[in-house]
């Protein structure tokens, strides 16, 4: 069965870095484009980032970018996220996805997320 | 930027019939999507291109859409089904960016 593990969250004070990673089985990691989203205490949840199935494209939240890098390692089924410059507002739930992704053409793209992991808690705080 | 939008929260009693609606304007040319988050857990896909439910998600959750609004059915809403509820897409502006609508909280009791 399809299993998402993340890992490396923690309390980091504002400005530092953090390297989250996700440990995919059971599904061919290859295949997939892969996401992460966060979720802010007691808030919704917010698309971050994506990455196809080779690393060719990424895409990311304007909250992000510039900060954050999205990357991948087939070979090790895994997926990581590197944030820098981590803001307060960065503090967080996050969790790694499984992104089939349906079309993307004509300079428009649609794709979900099917698997989710359990989610690690990112806290930026003096 | 893109905002889909949902109500704050649905209130039905048991065996009612709960509608959670999701108001989009691409939504007449993309997909919805719909997650189910129960307390301190991650989220669920519980319909997919606005009317198909994955394999192990029961009969009575259905999906709609018409126009630039997506509709969740819970048929015979149970006590636990009580989760929020995020409608979800992507944008149409060429920034391919995934939008979550801001959730609704659903009660049955």
């Known amino acids: 069965q399809v299993q998402l593990v993340e890992s490396g969250g923690g309390l980091v004070k504002p400005g530092g870095s953090l390297r989250l990673s996700c440990a995919a089985s059971g599904f061919t990691f290859s295949d997939y484009y892969m996401s992460w989203i966060r979720q802010a205490p007691g808030k919704g949840l917010e698309w971050v980032s994506y990455i196809s199935s080779s690393s060719s494209y990424t895409n990311y939240a304007d909250s992000v970018k510039g900060r954050f890098t999205i990357s991948r390692d087939n070979a090790k089924n895994s997926l990581y996220l590197q944030m820098n410059s981590l803001r307060a507002e960065d503090t967080a739930v996050y969790y790694c996805?499984?992104?089939?992704?349906?079309?993307?053409?004509?300079?428009?793209?649609?794709?979900?997320?099917?698997?989710w992991g359990q989610g690690t808690l990112v806290t930026v705080s003096s | 930027s893109y905002e889909l939008t949902q109500p704050p929260s649905v209130s039905v009693s048991p065996g009612q019939t709960a509608r959670i609606t999701c108001s989009g304007d691409a939504l007449p040319k993309k997909y919805a999507y719909w997650y189910q988050q129960k307390s301190g857990q991650a989220p669920v896909l519980v319909i997919y291109e606005d009317s198909k439910r994955p394999s192990g998600i029961p009969e009575r959750f259905s999906g709609s859409s018409s126009g630039t609004m997506a509709t969740l059915t819970i048929s015979g809403a149970q006590v636990e089904d009580e989760a929020d509820y995020y409608c979800?897409?992507?944008?149409?502006?060429?920034?391919?960016?995934?939008?979550f609508g801001g959730g609704t909280k659903l009660t049955v009791l």
């Open positions: 996805a499984r992104t089939p992704m349906e079309y993307c053409s004509g300079g428009s793209c649609l794709y979900y997320f099917d698997y």
């Open positions: 979800y897409s992507t944008d149409s502006s060429g920034n391919h960016r995934g939008v």
